[in-house]
């Protein structure tokens, strides 16, 4: 997940959760978490954006 979509499910709240489809082979299945999402995963950046000084 991107940091925008991280900062949009803490300001949108009642509006927003991820929702993981897995399994399509056997039975497919799914789970909905609700922000914040730092009470569910834990979260690690694991990119940079550089720019130009």
């Known amino acids: 997940m991107s ?4 900062e949009v499910s803490n300001a949108r709240r009642n509006e ?3 929702v993981r ?3 399509f082979s ?3 299945r799914a789970f909905e978490l609700r922000p914040p999402l ?3 995963a ?3 950046a694991t990119q940079y ?5």
């Open 38 to 40: 730092e009470a569910h």
């Open 42 to 44: 834990s979260l690690i």
């Open 3 to 6: 940091r925008n979509e991280l």
């Open 26 to 28: 056997r039975e497919a």
């Open 21 to 23: 489809l897995f399994d």
């Open 16 to 18: 927003w959760s991820l």
């Open 49 to 53: 954006q550089a720019a130009f000084n």
